[in-house]
């Protein structure tokens, strides 16, 4: 064969997806890119479209796809509060349709299939570092509900296609990610941080900036990705993804000010219904089974990107 695998990703034009389609290419795989192009961006891809191994198809995975792959990884689903509030049902039905159908397809060819599950299934946690034996604490018909619920309903619809049908499952949950590639619009706070930061515009802190979260830079998360997707069938997850260094979003701000140089203050905004206080993961699965951890720190991620973010403006 002239290439390696034939490796499906469903929202690759994305922000993750992109650095996925990206690696694995690299690597010698046959990489075809499904997306609908809600909050993903051609600019995402266009450099991957001249290599012969690339393919885009725009498509939405709550309806079928018949193609020929060995590996599925699904990515596809809005990942910004603003955006999957946006039309929540349709959030909803791409976690869980798209997850049937993904699922249906790996049945049919045998592929291996990954899910981009999240730390939202944990809700606002009562337990602190999360562990993935921990079931969460989700409210099942708030502003995130769309989210979380369609994220732990694909997660048993996993689960039960692995029980019932045999298929090879690999399930991620995935923490606070950020880099090149976050919309300048997207909503999440690394990336409205920088883009107010380097405008010298105010930096919105949504209540108090004592809640916390845990910031993983993208490569690190890929590397993740592909080491859990290689593992062996016995390892399907779920398994936490994530940075465990954990920061205040006051912390962020102002690491995020100093290393742009910016005059930006600071200004308080309502803290978002259901957001939750503290986030930290428990990688100790993780570091036994795939023998990963991130390796990039805060401060070195953070001011690529802000180098991203500062050339994308000028
Ligand atoms: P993103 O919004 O940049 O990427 C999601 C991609 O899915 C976009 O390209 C979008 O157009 C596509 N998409 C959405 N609905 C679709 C549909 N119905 N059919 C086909 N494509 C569709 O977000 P991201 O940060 O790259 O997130 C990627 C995945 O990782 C998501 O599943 C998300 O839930 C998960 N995740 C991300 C984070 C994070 O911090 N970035 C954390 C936890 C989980
Ligand atoms: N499916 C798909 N591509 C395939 C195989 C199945 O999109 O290559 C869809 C199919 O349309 C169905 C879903 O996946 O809606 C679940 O498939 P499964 O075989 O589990 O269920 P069934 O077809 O028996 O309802
Ligand atoms: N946040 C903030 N200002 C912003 C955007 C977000 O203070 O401009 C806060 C938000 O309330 C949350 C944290 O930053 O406590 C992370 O928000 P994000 O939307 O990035 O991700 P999630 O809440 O899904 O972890």
Not at 193 to 222: H, M, N, W
Not at 244 to 259: D, F, Q
Request: proline share 7%; aromatic share 8%.
């Amino acid at each position: 064969m002239a290439f390696g695998k034939r490796v499906l990703i469903t929202g690759g034009a994305g922000f993750i997806g992109s650095h996925l389609c990206e690696k694995l290419l690299a690597a010698g795989h046959e990489v075809l890119c499904v997306d609908n192009l809600f909050t993903g961006r051609r600019q995402n891809i266009a450099p991957l479209l001249s290599n012969t191994a690339f393919e885009f198809n725009r498509h939405d995975v709550t309806f079928p796809l018949f193609v020929e792959t060995d590996e599925i990884y699904n990515l596809a689903c809005p990942a910004s509060p603003v955006h999957y509030q946006f039309d929540p049902v349709q959030t909803t039905k791409t976690s869980v349709h798209g997850a049937i159908n993904m699922l249906g397809l790996a049945k049919r060819t045998k592929a291996k299939i990954f899910q981009a599950s999240t730390s939202e299934v944990y809700g606002d946690p009562t337990v602190h570092p999360q562990v993935e034996t921990y079931n969460g604490n989700v409210n099942p018909i708030g502003p995130r509900a769309c989210y979380d619920e369609g994220k732990r309903c694909a997660e048993t619809l996993f689960f039960d296609y692995h029980r019932q049908h045999r298929v090879r499952i690999r399930v991620a949950r995935i923490f606070n990610t950020y880099g090149p590639r976050m919309l300048p619009n997207d909503g999440r706070v690394v990336s409205n941080f920088i883009v107010q930061a380097i405008k010298g515009e105010p930096i919105t802190i949504y209540g108090d900036g004592q809640q916390t979260r845990s910031f993983c830079y993208v490569s690190d998360l890929i590397e993740g990705f592909v080491r859990l997707m290689d593992a062996p069938d016995t390892v399907t997850g779920p398994m936490n993804l994530g940075n465990p260094v954990e920061s205040t979003i006051l912390e962020l701000a102002e690491k995020i000010i100093h290393l742009s140089k910016s005059s930006s203050k600071l200004i308080n905004k309502p803290l978002p219904v259901d957001d939750p206080t503290r986030r930290r993961p428990d990688i100790s699965k993780a570091q036994e089974t795939l023998k990963w951890k991130p390796v990039v720190p805060l401060d070195e991620g953070l001011s690529k990107t802000i180098h991203y973010f500062k050339s994308l403006l000028s």
